[in-house]
């Protein structure tokens, strides 16, 4: 599904990634994990096509075409779903309202009809039941005065709306309580399929006790310096990050 | 020119015979009192109306041009103006929409204007245009069988003299303002209403009036007059692109709401703004104003305001009536070199009057947009009441946002809110947009109505859908 090779990428003269390869099949779920300022959430924002960050070199193959040369909506068309750490507010504008142009932007572009207002409910009201979410979510403004849970909820709904391809979840753990970090989790587990990729990019290794990863990668000073399977992460926990990189350099 | 060549030019006129000759000349630029009883002479107006404009003409003399006001243009040259610009002859005009400019018949479709209703506001010829002689027709069997009085201000002029004579410039004197005074000695045509007893107005006043009011001219005059117990609903204006080559534009607006009545005015004005640099847009200096003059009486103001280079205008209400009701809900956009100082004041003169300000406006490209509003409580306005709310939002670098709130309160049980906020289309925002499957355009879109629903949903219905169309096409490009 997604093919990295050799990504190089900076922001403003500063260079993030700087060599990073990672490749994604349907089906699977990927860990990356990595110290702060290991590029963990620049690679989220780059395959989501942030234009703050200047590919300098490598390739990215999604779906087995150059994504790098589509802009941010048509990705999001393609099915790449991003979970924003920090999704913005956007007061006055309905969650609903959002909810539903994002869900007939990508059925137009799939040749699709456009749904109607009565079938968006139906469809929003079956996903946030099985999300636990009180339907009364869509009535207020994009995030607006959310709690930090609450923000999280609404990024896996969003997802669970738009049925993504590739759902890249960046930092969905932070600032969670242990009941909230659960409830999203199930959320997330209950949108694996055999046809979806999902990608976590997280600090720490409670979320994978919650969300069982097929791989683990470490990423470090913009490359990926290690992967295994979810022992790996288990191992971090217990051994910290000096450990893997001091590994690597030898 | 001297007043005994202009005398001399009307009398000559004379001899070809009146009413066509008169309706296809416009007199020469400048102005004096020949030019006033010129303009009052061809519309063949009574002796009282030629003495108020020549009172008016007199007071504006004496006047001075503001200067208060937070935009910046050269200096407006009176004596070059023509004061009476006579409409285009049909031979002038294009046969068909086949013959009308396909980039604005582009604007057409985007706004959502109905078919029948375009090749009247492209200026195509009367007789080309079909239905909207019938569909007139029928608006105005309906209002005559209701006692409303739908007319231009010239026909009321003559038909009901009486009525005219009794309210004109009791709400916004002749020498009120500058351009008050300057309208009122030269105004041009404009519409008139008059509700009577009891009568709740059996239409919108807007379908009928975007059908028939083409070409008003640039000294407009509306009075509007709603009887006791009453109610009417007004549109003015459209949401499709109007040229005009004049390009300073004064008009009056004067509301009277005599007891238990209710006014309802909305506004959609899209004047040239200009082209990117500015160049050749409208300059729109507009006096409105309303006066709840009954007790009980309600006038509420709603506007859209997106063109004309330079906005200039405050409708306001005198709360004189006991227990009487103020609003006014605006969006005022403006883009690339648009300057808009725009606002209202509500004057608390009665006992229990009420109002309510929900100001919002946007700033793009090198815009500076102003709300200035005056909320004034009289010593005897016990128990005055108002709430105001003044948002701007600001979409790119380099423009601005100004508030001037002004506050005179002279009555201790007075409660008076003011909230104000200013926020920025952020790129995270478009950013999150975007990467959930929307284009940038349609994501400044959906922002921009968010912040502006309070306001469209003061419109009536099918206005609310084409002023957020018109709002889209205003901001396009507005971003990037």
């Known amino acids: 599904m997604l093919e990295i090779s050799n990504l190089k990428c900076r922001i403003g003269d500063t260079e993030i990634l700087r060599g990073l390869s990672l490749s994604v099949k349907a089906g699977e779920v990927h860990a990356i994990m990595g110290p702060n300022g290991s590029g963990k959430s620049t690679l989220a924002q780059v395959i989501a096509g942030h234009e703050s960050y200047v590919v300098t070199g490598g390739t990215v193959t999604y779906k087995g075409g150059d994504l790098l040369n589509l802009a941010p909506e048509e990705r999001a068309r393609e099915g790449i779903f991003l979970g924003f750490q920090y999704p913005v507010e956007i007061a006055g504008v309905n969650n609903a309202y959002l909810l539903k142009a994002a869900v007939n932007a990508k059925r137009k572009h799939q040749g699709l009809g456009e749904i109607d207002a009565f079938e968006f409910l139906k469809l929003a009201r079956e996903k946030m039941a099985m999300l636990g979410m009180d339907p009364k979510f869509l009535n207020r403004g994009v995030n607006e005065g959310f709690s930090g849970g609450e923000k999280k909820r609404n990024e896996i709904l969003q997802m669970a709306m738009l049925e993504p391809s590739l759902a890249i979840l960046d930092e969905t753990d932070s600032g969670l309580d242990i009941d909230a970090l659960k409830s999203v989790a199930e959320g997330v587990n209950t949108l694996r399929k055999p046809d979806r990729a999902i990608v976590l990019v997280t600090h720490y290794q409670r979320l994978l006790d919650y969300i069982e990863p097929d791989h683990v990668h470490v990423l470090s000073e913009g490359r990926i310096i290690r992967s295994g399977d979810r022992t790996l992460a288990l191992e971090l926990e217990e051994k910290g990050y000096d450990w893997v990189r001091k590994a690597a350099r030898a | 020119m001297s007043s005994e060549n202009l005398e001399s030019l009307v009398n000559r006129r004379y001899e070809h015979g009146f009413v066509t000759d008169i309706a296809t000349e416009s007199l020469p630029p400048g102005l004096n009192e020949g030019v006033v009883r010129a303009i009052s002479k061809r519309k063949d107006e009574p002796e009282f109306m030629l003495e108020w404009r020549l009172q008016a003409y007199r007071q504006w003399l004496e006047m001075i041009e503001p200067k208060w006001a937070h935009v910046h243009y050269p200096p407006i040259k009176f004596n070059e103006i023509s004061y009476y610009a006579a409409p285009k002859s049909d031979d002038d005009r294009p046969k068909s929409l086949a013959e009308v400019d396909p980039k604005l018949l582009e604007t057409y479709e985007k706004l959502g204007i109905p078919l029948h209703e375009r090749a009247k506001l492209a200026g195509v010829a009367v007789d080309a245009v079909f239905d909207s002689v019938s569909v007139a027709t029928t608006f105005k069997g309906k ?338």
């Open chain 2, 143 to 480: 209002l005559a069988d209701a006692g409303v009085i739908f007319c231009s201000f010239s026909e009321a002029v003559r038909e009901h003299p009486e009525l005219v004579r009794k309210y004109l410039g009791s709400v916004v004197p002749r020498r009120d303002n500058f351009y008050a005074a300057l309208n009122s000695a030269v105004f041009s045509d404009g519409s008139f209403v008059y509700i009577p007893k009891g009568v709740r107005c059996p239409m919108e006043l807007s379908t009928y009036f975007r059908i028939n009011a083409a070409n008003t001219g640039q000294f407009e005059r509306t009075l509007i007059i709603a009887d006791e117990g009453s109610h009417v609903s007004y549109l003015e204006g459209c949401t499709a692109p109007m040229r005009d080559e004049n390009q300073l534009h004064a008009a009056v607006v004067e509301l009277v709401a005599l007891e238990g009545a209710e006014i309802k005015y909305s506004t959609v004005q899209n004047w040239y703004p200009g082209d990117e640099n500015g160049v050749g847009g409208i300059y729109n200096f507009v006096t409105k104003r309303g006066d709840c003059r009954g007790d009980n009486s309600k006038i509420s103001w709603t506007q859209v305001e997106t063109g004309s280079a330079i906005t200039w205008k405050y409708p306001s209400c005198l709360l004189r009536g006991e227990n009487s009701v103020g609003e006014f809900y605006s969006v005022a956009v403006a883009n690339n070199m648009q300057q808009a100082d725009t606002g209202t004041k509500m004057i608390h003169i009665g006992a229990n009057t009420r109002s309510t300000i929900v100001s919002k406006g946007i700033s793009a490209g090198k815009a500076q947009n102003a709300y200035r509003g005056l909320v004034k409580v009289m010593p005897q306005a016990h128990g005055a009441r108002n709430h105001t709310q003044c948002d701007s939002l600001l979409i790119g670098k380099e423009c601005g946002a100004h508030t001037f709130p002004y506050m005179e309160i002279k009555n201790p049980s007075a409660r008076i809110e003011h909230e104000a906020t200013t926020s920025k289309i952020s790129a995270d925002q478009l950013f999150y947009c975007r990467q959930r499957g929307l284009s940038e355009e349609d994501a400044v879109n959906m922002i921009v109505n968010g912040f502006c629903k309070d306001v469209f949903k003061q419109l009536p219905m099918e206005f609310a859908v084409e002023a957020q169309a018109l709002l889209n096409v205003s901001l396009e490009g507005a971003v990037g």
